[in-house]
C-alpha cells in the first residue's frame, strides 16, 4: 500500500529559527515528490517538486531533499518567518495520482 | 494565463441529496483530477479524467462520479450525500495523462467546501 507519512503532525518556533519538515514513503517507485504549502480553509500553493531522478531543490529559503532509497524528503526552512504559518504538505506521485501525508502544520510566532 | 477556478466556493447539502461541483482547468491543460480533504488531513485521489474519459479511480464508491467536457472542464458528483461527504473537493489540472500514464505538475484550484448534515 502506498502510504505517505509526515513528522511533527504540528510544530511551533520562534521567528528566525531554521526548521525541518519529515516526510516518509513507503513505495519508493515514484515519478517525484512535492511539497505544498496550505494556508486554513485553502487550496494548494507547489513550492517545490524534486524529480525522482534528483536529490534536491531549492527556492528561496527553502530546500528540499529525496532520498529515493530510503523513502524519505526533507523540507528545509531557513530564517522562518510569521508569514510561513501554514500547514504544509508532501506529496508523492505515483503514475497518474498524488499521494499525501496529513500535513505538518506549522506556527511561527512573532 | 488563467488558473484553476472553481465552483461553487462554499456548499451546504442534507444527507440523501445529490451535487455538482465544477473545475475550470487551467489554459493549455487536458487532464483533470479530483482530491477530497476531510478536516485535518491530507488530499486523497477521487479520479482523474483524461481527454473526456476517466484514468484512474482512487478507492471511492460508484456514486462518486465525473464527467470531462470538450474544453476540458469537469464536473464532480456525488449521490446519496453521507456525512463523511463533508470536505474540501479539490481540482487539480495538468498537461499528459494517459498516452504518457504520468502527468506534468498537477495545478490546484482553490477548492469547494461540501457541508453535508
Known amino acids: 500500500k502506498q502510504e505517505v507519512t509526515q513528522i511533527p503532525a504540528a510544530l511551533s518556533v520562534p521567528e528566525g529559527e531554521n526548521l525541518v519538515l519529515n516526510c516518509s514513503f513507503t513505495?519508493?517507485?515514484?515519478?517525484?515528490l512535492q511539497w505544498f504549502r496550505q494556508d486554513p480553509g485553502k487550496g494548494l500553493t507547489s513550492l517545490l517538486l524534486?524529480?525522482?531522478?534528483?536529490r534536491e531543490q531549492t527556492s528561496g529559503r527553502l530546500n528540499a531533499s529525496l532520498d529515493k532509497s530510503s523513502g524519505r524528503s526533507t523540507l528545509y526552512i531557513a530564517a522562518s518567518q510569521p508569514g510561513d504559518s501554514a500547514t504544509y504538505l508532501c506529496?508523492?506521485?505515483?503514475?497518474?495520482?498524488?499521494?499525501f501525508g496529513a500535513g505538518t502544520i506549522l506556527r511561527v510566532k512573532s | 494565463e488563467t488558473g484553476v477556478t472553481q465552483s461553487p466556493t462554499h456548499l451546504i447539502k442534507t444527507r440523501g441529496q445529490q451535487v455538482t461541483l465544477r473545475c475550470s482547468s487551467q489554459?493549455?491543460?487536458?487532464?483533470v483530477s479530483w482530491y477530497q480533504q476531510a478536516l485535518g488531513q491530507g488530499p486523497q485521489f477521487i479520479f482523474q479524467?483524461?481527454?473526456?474519459?476517466?484514468?484512474g479511480r482512487g478507492n471511492f464508491p460508484p456514486r462518486f462520479s465525473g464527467l470531462q467536457f470538450p474544453n476540458y472542464s469537469s464536473e464532480l458528483n456525488v449521490n446519496a450525500l453521507e456525512l463523511d461527504d463533508s470536505a474540501l473537493y479539490l481540482c487539480?489540472?495538468?498537461?499528459?495523462?494517459?498516452?504518457?500514464?504520468?502527468?506534468?505538475?498537477?495545478?490546484f484550484g482553490p477548492g469547494t467546501r461540501l457541508t453535508v448534515l
Open positions: 489554459s493549455g491543460h487536458n487532464t
Open positions: 479524467y483524461y481527454r473526456e474519459e476517466e484514468n
Open positions: 506529496a508523492v506521485e505515483y503514475g497518474n495520482k498524488l499521494v
Open positions: 513505495d519508493s517507485a515514484i515519478y517525484n
Open positions: 487539480a489540472s495538468s498537461s499528459g495523462g494517459y498516452s504518457s500514464r504520468h502527468t506534468d505538475t498537477q495545478y
Open positions: 524534486i524529480q525522482s531522478s534528483q
